[in-house]
């Protein structure tokens, strides 16, 4: 367990919908991550959209809180700035809040790892100071 990562919304639904493509993949690469994840609101706000219809799929995740294996990080007024600051400059990339929302953790914590299957985005988004995360899982 080498780094610490900011996660994503899909590899979290993924790792609790054990009928997705990318379910073993997850559980197997968050197996590698020092842990807690780090992630936010916006996150489990678009999980529990995706996990709608299946409501021990967002009572996992909250459990997944509840052990320490996920922490949620507070966003405040400065964090807000920052994320419309993103939204706007990857507008015609089609940024979502909750990328914004993993970027700006990723930045302030110092992480330099996002676990997500959404490497369209984030191999595009870049932090303030023009770096790239790392992806996980790799293709």
Known sequence: M??????????????????EAAHKKCVAASKSFKPPFLTCWPVLTEA????????????AIG?????GSL???QLDSDALAWMIDFLARYASAGAQLADAAVMY??????????????RRDFSIYRTTGGKAL??????
């Open 71 to 73: 922490r949620l990080i």
């Open 2 to 19: 080498a780094e610490r990562a900011v996660a994503d919304t899909s590899p979290l639904v993924a790792i609790v919908r054990k009928r």
């Open 105 to 118: 953790i990723a930045e302030k914590e110092r992480i330099d790892t996002v676990f997500t299957l959404d």
């Open 48 to 59: 529990a959209w995706l996990l709608h219809d299946e409501p021990d799929g967002i009572r």
């Open 63 to 67: 459990g997944m809180v509840r052990n």
């Open 134 to 139: 790392r992806i996980v899982p790799e293709p």
